[in-house]
């Protein structure tokens, strides 16, 4: 994937953790086309990059110009504050664009549900429908008012069918088993935020029998921290028969990149299911969203990029 070059055009400040930026392409090409949902991965100073989510503001659809909302983590892995250490004028570059949450290409009624930043891939979403003159609602929810992004550009998109939902203001959290029962058979739910929200919503849609291919999820999330209590463990690589050891602090990824392979790998948060791997020998332990019940019992397969050993060591299928 070719590498873009970008300098930062314009910074606004949406919300007092949350800014967005305009990134304008260095050189006369345009910049490759994107649809909803899509994510670039930024480059950081100190190597390794971290994906955004790109917004359909207006000044992008002239082919020129990308934009991000991003949120300033309290515990930043180096992404976050990169992204709002940056000023106007900088230069910016980024691999992409990519898309594993896209909107199915049917006229089904869909319901949009976005928890805080996570309101980025949605509000492409919500403008693309919007366009193409679906039905669709737009539920989206926030601690309190003022912490929302981009609800101003949302108003004017959506209309009437957009419902904001404060933790401390009514109509308060929303009722998801009450919004999945009132989308149409046949009707697709589009999540994104943390993952509380999204595995409730998970368990709901199973309750109400609705098809699993219909419901899509994107986490928003930090790249987790290190759990209390998280502890070394082996990693055996079945083609070569090396051992890599996995320390507490380090995902299987890192310390498989670290003792120099190439992993295919994308989101690092246990959400996009690029980095699957089967597994040959162990117990893992799950701690991604991707996997089902069925799936995570059966400890066949794992999200390395989150998911740990049980065991003291894992053979995987790499």
């Known amino acids: 994937?070719?590498?873009?070059?970008?300098?930062?055009?314009?910074?606004?400040?949406?919300?007092?953790?949350?800014?967005?930026?305009?990134?304008?392409?260095?050189?006369?090409?345009?910049?490759?086309?994107?649809?909803a949902g899509a994510h670039i991965r930024v480059k950081l100073p100190g190597g390794g990059d971290r994906p955004y989510s790109l917004v359909d503001l207006p000044e992008c659809r002239a082919g020129r110009h990308y934009a991000l909302g991003t949120l300033l983590e309290e515990r930043s892995a180096g992404g976050s504050r990169y992204i709002h250490s940056l000023k106007e004028g900088d230069a910016v570059s980024a691999t992409g664009p990519v898309n594993q949450f896209a909107l199915a290409d049917d006229e089904d009624p869909v319901l949009l549900l976005a928890g805080g930043i996570g309101i980025t891939p949605v509000f492409s979403m919500a403008a693309a429908?919007?366009?193409?003159?679906?039905?669709?609602?737009?539920?989206?929810?926030?601690?309190?008012?003022?912490?929302?992004?981009?609800?101003?550009?949302?108003?004017?998109?959506?209309?009437?069918?957009?419902?904001?939902?404060?933790?401390?203001?009514?109509?308060?959290?929303?009722?998801?088993?009450?919004?999945?029962?009132?989308?149409?058979?046949?009707?697709?739910?589009?999540?994104?935020?943390?993952?509380?929200?999204?595995?409730?919503?998970?368990?709901?849609?199973?309750?109400?029998?609705?098809?699993?291919?219909?419901?899509?999820?994107?986490?928003?999330?930090?790249?987790?921290?290190?759990?209390?209590?998280?502890?070394?463990?082996?990693?055996?690589?079945?083609?070569?028969?090396?051992v890599v050891t996995v320390g507490p602090d380090q995902s299987i990824i890192d310390a498989l990149e670290a003792a120099g392979m190439d992993v295919v790998c994308d989101c690092r948060r246990g959400d996009c299911g690029i980095c699957q791997t089967a597994v040959l020998e162990g117990m893992p332990e799950h701690r991604d969203v991707v996997l089902t019940d069925e799936e995570k019992a059966s400890n066949k397969v794992m999200q390395i990029c989150v998911s740990r050993a049980k065991t003291p060591r894992l053979v995987l299928d790499l």
């Not at 606004?12 to 930026?21: C, I």
Request: aromatic share 8%; glycine share 10%; with cysteine.
């Open 129 to 242: 429908l919007a366009r193409a003159g679906r039905d669709f609602r737009l539920h989206y929810l926030g601690r309190a008012n003022g912490e929302l992004a981009f609800l101003p550009e949302l108003e004017t998109i959506c209309g009437e069918r957009l419902v904001v939902h404060y933790d401390d203001t009514p109509p308060g959290r929303p009722d998801f088993a009450a919004l999945i029962g009132a989308l149409a058979a046949g009707g697709d739910a589009y999540v994104c935020g943390p993952s509380g929200m999204i595995e409730a919503v998970k368990t709901l849609w199973a309750l109400a029998g609705r098809p699993p291919q219909k419901l899509h999820f994107e986490l928003f999330t930090a790249t987790p921290a290190p759990a209390a209590g998280d502890k070394a463990f082996e990693v055996e690589v079945k083609s070569t028969g090396q």
């Open 1 to 35: 994937m070719s590498e873009l070059s970008f300098t930062v055009s314009r910074i606004k400040a949406e919300t007092p953790r949350v800014r967005s930026l305009v990134l304008e392409a260095k050189g006369d090409a345009p910049l490759p086309q994107w649809s």
